[in-house]
């Protein structure tokens, strides 16, 4: 079982930037694909990106490519998002993901997210 916590949301103006954290606590032993998710109201949750256990594989969704990087530390159980360059599209609840998938097509563990407020 793996837990997850994020945080690091807020609100912030168009063409800030925000960096969130994802912290894992339990069976952080195993090697497991982390990666980002988020929800607008109204919208279907959807993909924002991932990255392998080594950190060597990253792949990000078209809309926020080159403007968010996800990193991770693995000393620390910790997945990062910075978000560079947000647009009030950005704006959603943000949850991290993991699994030992490589794709976290059907992530077996999710936080319980973080809000994100783009303001035009």
């Known amino acids: 079982q793996v837990h997850l916590v994020e945080s690091g949301g807020g609100v912030v103006q168009t063409g800030g930037s925000l960096r969130l954290s994802c912290e894992a606590s339990?069976?952080?032993?195993?090697?497991?694909?982390m990666g980002w998710f988020r929800q607008a109201p109204g919208k279907e949750r959807e993909f924002v990106a991932r990255?392998?256990?080594?950190?060597?594989?990253?792949f990000y969704a078209d809309s926020v490519k080159g403007r968010f990087t996800i990193s991770r530390d693995n000393a620390k159980n910790t997945a990062y998002l910075q978000m560079n360059s947000l647009k009030p599209e950005d704006s959603a609840v943000y949850y991290c993901?993991?699994?030992?998938?490589?794709?976290?097509?059907?992530?077996?563990?999710w936080g319980q997210g973080t809000q994100v407020t783009v303001s035009s």
């Open positions: 993901a993991a699994d030992s998938s490589a794709t976290l097509k059907e992530p077996d563990y």
């Open positions: 339990g069976r952080t032993d195993r090697m497991y694909t």
């Open positions: 990255i392998s256990w080594r950190g060597g594989s990253r």
